[in-house]
C-alpha cells in the first residue's frame, strides 16, 4: 500500500504539471481538492483518466470520483480493492 | 467616436514588450521549414499565477501575460468588458485531443486540451482571473476576427456600455499547422525571393485598453476603423473611408501595408500606394510573418510608431514623407476579399 | 430611445425536422429527435445518443442547392441551408439591394473533415487529403455561408462555446443600432464531431439516456447538431419594403459568470447578470415574459444554477419555462440560433413548447418546466438563455409585433 501510494504521488504530479510539489509535500490522507492541494474539478477528470490508464480501473461517475479522489490513500485503497477482487 | 489607446502589449517575433525603442532584428526559426515565432517572456510567473500556470498551453500563456502586461501598461485593474479575436483559438489544444482521440481510439482521453480548445478560452480565462463580470466575446476563423473585436469595443464604448475595453487577439503555431500550411501552398512566394520576405507562417498576441476618454498618457487615438468586403474598388473604398474622416490621402503621414514584401507593383496592393504619393510606405509582416489575426500586430506597431515618433528602419520601404508624424492608416488584406483600415492619430 | 429591430425570416435545420414547416410539426407532436446515430463513425456509436440530422451529406449538398459536393463542411452545408431557409422567408430577392451582412458562430467549425484529414496525418504528416482540412477555422463555414448567399457585405464569426449564436443575434443588433447595417443575417451553425462527442465525455457530462432538463434525476446532455439563422431588419428597412415582421428583438445582454472554466457558479450569477441586462436593455420587466426557453442542458450544474437564478430574477413567479434541447440536443454554437427560431415559432403559434423527459422536481427548485405543449397562449414576450463555456452567459428577448 505504501508503495503504491508513493506511486500515485508521483504520478499526479506528473499528471497534474504540479511542477513545484514534491511527493513529500502530498500528505496521503489530505483532502486533495479545494484546502488541500488546492486542485479542481478539471484536476478531478484528469485523476479518473490516470486511474483508468496506469491502472484500468474506471470510476464510473462523478460521485463515485468524489470518494475515490478525496486523498490519495483513498485512491490507493480503490486501487487495491479492486486488484484483490 | 474617437477612441484612446490608454496601454497596449504584444507577444510577437520581435520581443514582448509596450515599446519599439530598441527592436531587435527578427530571427527566423528554420527547420527545413522557415517560420517566425514569438520571444516569450523570460518568466511568467511574474504576471500569472502559477497555480494557474500549469495547464496552460503556449497560446494561452502568450495571450493571458499580453493581456495582463496590457492592463499593467494602462494602470487599469478591472476592464469594462473583454473581447478577443483568433484565428484558431489554442490551435496546441485542439490538434492534442484530435491526434488522441484516433491513437486512444477514443479511449481514456485527458479532458483538458478539449476544454482549452474552445475559442473563447482566453477571454474568460481572462474575466476569471479579473473576477470581471462584464460583457465578454470571442471572435474566431479566417476574416475580420481581430476587426471585428475592435468594432465590437467601438460600439460597446459609443453606446456608454462601457468605458474601458480590453481588446485581443492572439494565434499560436504548432508544428503540425506549419507543415500543413506550407502543403496548401500558401508561402510559395517565400522561395521565390532572396531577399527578407513576410510571406511565411507567424504568430504573436496582442492587447489594447481602448477608453473613451483622453489623457496625456495616451498612445495614440482610433480616428476611425473600417471592414471593407470588397476586392473591387479597393481605393475607392479607402478615399470613401478618407472622406468619412475628413482627410485627405496626400494628408496621411505614413500608411503600413499587409504587403508580404518590398515588390509593391507586384502586389495586390498596388492601386492602394497609388493613391498615397506622398506617404512613407511602411510593412509590418517582415517582423511577425502572417496568421490571422496581424493586424493586431500592426495596431501595436502603429500605435507604438505615432508614441515615440520613431518609425523603425527595418520596415520602411518607401520614405516620401519628412513632415511631423501625426498619424498613420493602417490597409491589411485579411482573408477572402475583406480588407481591414485603421486610421490613427497622435 | 433605440432603434427597433425586427425579424423578418427564420431558417432552421435539427433533429426534429429539415426546414422550419417539419420542426413545427415535431414540436406540436412532442417529437424527439435522440436516438442512435446513422453516419457517425464513433465507438460510442450504440451507446451515446445524439440529435442528429438525418439527412447525408450528400443530401445537405442537394438541400443546399450545391453541384460541388468535395469541399463542404457538415458544418457549412448546414449553415447554408438554414440561412437561405431565413432569407427565402424574409422574402429576400436581392441580398445586396440594403447594407446586409452575415454573423455566423460556431463551435467546431468543420472539425468533422478535419478528423478524416488526421486519420491519415497524424499517421504521416505528407498524407491527408488537404482539402478536409481547409475547412477548419471557424471562418470557413461563415465565408461559404456568405458566398452561397451571394453577399457582398460584411460577415464575420463568433466563437463563444454554447452561447455562440445568441452573441451573434445580439451583434447583429447592435451593428443596425449603430447604422453599420441595415440588415443581419445572424446565427450559428454545427455539426456532430467525434472531437465534441468525446469532448464531452471526456467531462463526463453526457446522459446514456435521453436527456432529462431541470429533472431530479438528470446526469447530463445528448449533443445535437443543426443550425439555426435569424434576419435582423432595421425599421427603415422594414417599411421601405413593407414587409410585415414575425417578432420584434426588444432586449439582450452578455454577461460572464467569471467562476470556472467550464461550470457555472452554483447560484447562477452570470445567469442572472445576463438576464437582468436583457431587460434593462429592452425595458421589459419579469411579469411581462410568457415563455422561457431556458438553456437547459440536463447537467447537474447548469440546470441547477439556471434555475436559481430564474427562481431569483423572476422572484420566486418564473413563467412557463421548457428545455427544447430535450428534442434537439445540445446544437452547441447552434443552439442560441435555434432556440432564437423556436421562441419566435412559439409567439407565432401562441404555443408554449414542451420539456421533454421530465418526471421530478429538482429538490433544490420549486419551479417545474412544462411538461406538455400548451396552446392559445398569448405569448408576448420570450426570453431565451444561451449560456456556455468560461461563464459566457447572454440572453434575448424576442417579442410579438
Excluded at chain 2, 63 to 78: Q, R
Excluded at chain 2, 157 to 167: G, M, R, T, W, Y
Excluded at chain 3, 393 to 398: A, D, G, V
Aim: charged letters at 20%; a negative charge.
Amino acid at each position: 500500500m505504501d508503495e503504491l501510494i508513493e506511486k500515485l504521488k508521483v504520478e499526479i504530479i506528473e499528471a497534474l504539471s504540479l511542477e513545484e510539489i514534491t511527493p513529500a509535500d502530498i500528505d496521503a490522507n489530505a483532502p486533495l481538492f479545494l484546502d488541500g492541494l488546492g486542485l479542481d474539478s478539471i484536476d478531478a477528470l484528469e485523476l479518473i483518466v490516470l486511474v483508468e490508464k496506469k491502472y484500468g480501473y474506471k470510476i464510473q461517475t462523478a460521485e463515485e470520483g468524489k470518494t475515490v479522489l478525496y486523498s490519495v490513500k483513498s485512491m490507493a485503497e480503490f486501487i487495491t480493492n479492486r486488484q484483490k477482487s | 467616436m474617437e477612441l484612446y489607446i490608454k496601454g497596449i502589449n504584444s507577444i510577437s517575433p520581435v520581443g514582448s514588450f509596450d515599446n519599439i525603442d530598441n527592436l531587435p532584428e527578427v530571427k527566423l526559426t528554420d527547420e527545413g521549414l522557415k517560420y517566425y515565432s514569438c520571444i516569450e517572456p523570460a518568466v511568467y510567473k511574474e504576471i500569472i499565477n502559477p497555480v494557474l500556470i500549469r495547464r496552460m498551453s503556449r497560446a494561452m500563456k502568450i495571450g493571458i501575460a499580453s493581456a495582463l502586461f496590457c492592463l499593467k501598461d494602462a494602470k487599469l485593474e478591472m476592464p469594462d468588458s473583454i473581447i478577443t479575436g483568433t484565428g484558431l483559438g489554442c490551435v496546441e489544444d485542439s490538434d492534442k485531443f484530435l491526434v488522441s482521440l484516433i491513437e486512444n481510439e477514443e479511449k481514456m482521453l485527458n479532458p483538458t486540451p478539449f476544454i482549452q480548445s474552445t475559442h473563447n478560452t482566453i477571454s474568460s480565462q481572462i474575466a476569471l482571473m479579473l473576477k470581471c463580470h462584464g460583457y465578454n466575446s470571442t471572435y474566431a476563423g479566417r476574416g475580420a476576427c481581430f476587426e471585428t473585436a475592435m468594432l465590437d469595443a467601438l460600439m460597446l464604448i459609443s453606446d456608454n456600455e462601457a468605458s474601458n475595453v480590453l481588446v485581443g487577439a492572439y494565434d499560436e503555431l504548432i508544428q503540425n499547422q506549419i507543415k500543413i500550411l506550407y502543403r496548401l501552398g500558401q508561402f510559395r512566394n517565400y522561395k521565390k525571393l532572396n531577399n527578407i520576405s513576410g510571406n511565411l507562417p507567424g504568430e504573436g498576441a496582442a492587447f489594447f485598453v481602448l477608453s473613451d476618454k483622453q489623457s496625456e498618457t495616451d498612445y495614440a487615438k482610433l480616428v476611425g476603423m473600417e471592414i471593407i468586403s470588397s476586392d473591387n474598388y479597393l481605393s475607392e473604398n479607402i478615399s470613401e473611408f478618407l472622406n468619412k474622416y475628413s482627410i485627405e490621402s496626400k494628408n496621411i503621414n505614413s500608411v503600413l501595408l499587409g504587403v508580404e514584401n518590398t515588390n509593391l507593383e507586384n502586389s495586390n496592393y498596388s492601386d492602394v500606394i497609388n493613391l498615397f504619393p506622398f506617404s512613407n510606405l511602411l510593412w509590418f509582416k517582415r517582423l511577425c510573418g502572417e496568421y490571422m489575426t496581424d493586424s493586431a500586430f500592426a495596431l501595436w506597431l502603429a500605435t507604438n510608431i505615432l508614441k515615440s515618433q520613431k518609425i523603425p528602419e527595418n520596415i520602411i520601404i518607401r520614405k516620401n514623407n519628412t513632415n511631423a508624424l501625426d498619424n498613420i492608416l493602417i490597409v491589411n488584406k485579411i482573408s477572402g476579399n475583406q480588407t481591414a483600415l485603421f486610421l490613427l492619430k497622435k | 430611445m433605440s432603434k427597433r429591430i425586427f425579424i423578418t425570416g427564420t431558417g432552421i435545420v435539427s433533429s426534429i425536422g429539415n426546414n422550419e414547416k417539419e420542426v413545427l410539426e415535431s414540436l406540436r407532436y412532442g417529437r424527439s429527435g435522440i436516438g442512435i446515430s446513422k453516419t457517425l463513425q464513433s465507438v460510442y456509436r450504440d451507446e451515446i445518443p445524439v440529435g442528429e440530422v438525418s439527412l447525408s451529406n450528400n443530401e445537405l449538398s442537394e438541400l443546399a442547392g450545391i453541384t460541388n459536393k468535395i469541399s463542404n463542411s457538415r458544418t457549412a452545408l448546414l449553415g447554408i441551408i438554414a440561412a437561405k431557409e431565413a432569407v427565402t422567408n424574409a422574402r429576400i430577392t436581392n441580398i445586396n439591394e440594403f447594407k446586409t451582412g452575415l454573423i455566423s458562430s460556431t463551435s467546431v467549425g468543420g472539425m468533422d473533415r478535419s478528423e478524416i484529414f488526421y486519420k491519415d496525418f497524424s499517421k504521416n504528416k505528407l498524407k491527408g487529403r488537404l482539402r478536409n482540412i481547409a475547412t477548419h477555422d471557424c471562418g470557413e463555414s461563415t465565408q461559404n455561408i456568405a458566398n452561397k448567399l451571394n453577399l457582398n457585405g460584411f460577415y464575420t464569426t463568433i466563437s463563444t462555446a454554447c452561447s455562440s449564436a445568441a452573441n451573434a443575434i445580439m451583434l447583429g443588433a447592435r451593428l443596425i443600432r449603430n447604422g453599420y447595417a441595415d440588415r443581419i443575417i445572424a446565427g450559428g451553425s454545427d455539426a456532430l464531431s467525434l472531437f465534441t462527442i468525446n469532448g464531452f465525455n471526456s467531462l463526463m457530462i453526457l446522459d446514456r439516456n435521453f436527456c432529462r432538463p431541470f429533472d431530479e434525476t438528470r446526469s447530463g446532455l445528448n449533443i445535437g447538431e443543426g443550425a439555426g439563422y435569424v434576419v435582423l431588419e432595421s425599421e427603415e428597412c422594414l417599411n421601405k419594403t413593407g414587409k410585415i415582421a414575425l417578432a420584434e428583438l426588444t432586449g439582450y445582454g452578455n454577461a460572464c459568470d467569471a467562476f470556472h472554466q467550464t461550470a457555472s457558479s452554483p447560484e447562477g450569477y452570470g445567469a442572472y447578470l445576463a438576464i437582468s441586462k436583457a431587460f434593462k436593455s429592452g425595458n421589459i420587466t419579469p411579469e411581462m415574459i410568457g415563455y422561457i426557453n431556458v438553456h437547459g442542458t440536463g447537467t447537474p450544474n447548469n440546470d441547477l444554477s439556471e434555475g436559481m437564478a430564474l427562481q431569483k430574477v423572476f422572484d420566486g413567479k418564473v413563467p412557463y419555462f421548457s428545455s427544447t434541447k430535450s428534442a434537439t440536443g445540445h446544437t452547441l454554437g447552434a443552439s442560441g440560433g435555434i432556440e432564437a427560431v423556436l421562441s419566435i415559432l412559439a409567439i407565432r403559434n401562441k404555443m408554449v413548447l414542451p420539456s421533454l423527459n421530465f418526471m421530478e422536481q429538482m429538490k433544490e427548485l420549486t419551479i417545474c418546466p412544462v411538461k406538455q405543449k400548451i396552446d392559445n397562449v398569448e405569448i408576448n414576450h420570450v426570453l431565451s438563455n444561451s449560456f456556455g463555456f468560461g461563464g459566457n452567459n447572454t440572453s434575448l428577448i424576442f417579442s410579438k409585433v
